[in-house]
Nanobody, 117 residues
Framework: QVHLVESGGGLVQTGGSLRLSCLVS????????MGWYRQAPGKQRELVAS???????NIADSVKGRFTISRENAKNTIYLQMVDLKPEDTAKYYC???????????WGQGTQVTVSS
């Protein structure tokens, strides 16, 4: 059975940093592109960063230069390093597997990030 478990969210001040982690259990890690999404109240869920099996990353323009996605295969984990956080980054952040194949499409429960001004 596949589970994605996010951690690392919290409350930070503007300009602060957080690192989110997504631990993947099951046998799908390393089989498809993974990504981090976020959803703010009243807004649609949006993709903020993705990373392919080969380590190629894509970062949304809204967070480029501030967010970095990485993966640690030995730990079945992907990360989202966030620096210079802004109040508009406040959202629930979700990890997702299988961005290019529905066969591996799973979501985590999300972790809340709140940035105070």
């Amino acid at each position: 059975q596949v589970h994605l478990v996010e951690s690392g969210g919290g409350l930070v001040q503007t300009g602060g940093s957080l690192r989110l982690s997504c631990l993947v259990s099951g046998t799908i890690f390393g089989l498809d592109t993974m990504g981090w999404y976020r959803q703010a109240p009243g807004k649609q869920r949006e993709l903020v960063a993705s990373i392919t099996v080969g380590g190629i990353t894509n970062i949304a323009d809204s967070v480029k230069g501030r967010f970095t996605i990485s993966r640690e295969n030995a730990k079945n984990t992907i990360y989202l390093q966030m620096v210079d956080l802004k109040p508009e980054d406040t959202a629930k952040y979700y990890c997702r597997s299988g961005l290019t194949s529905s066969k591996y499409d799973y979501w985590g429960q999300g972790t809340q990030v709140t940035v105070s001004s």
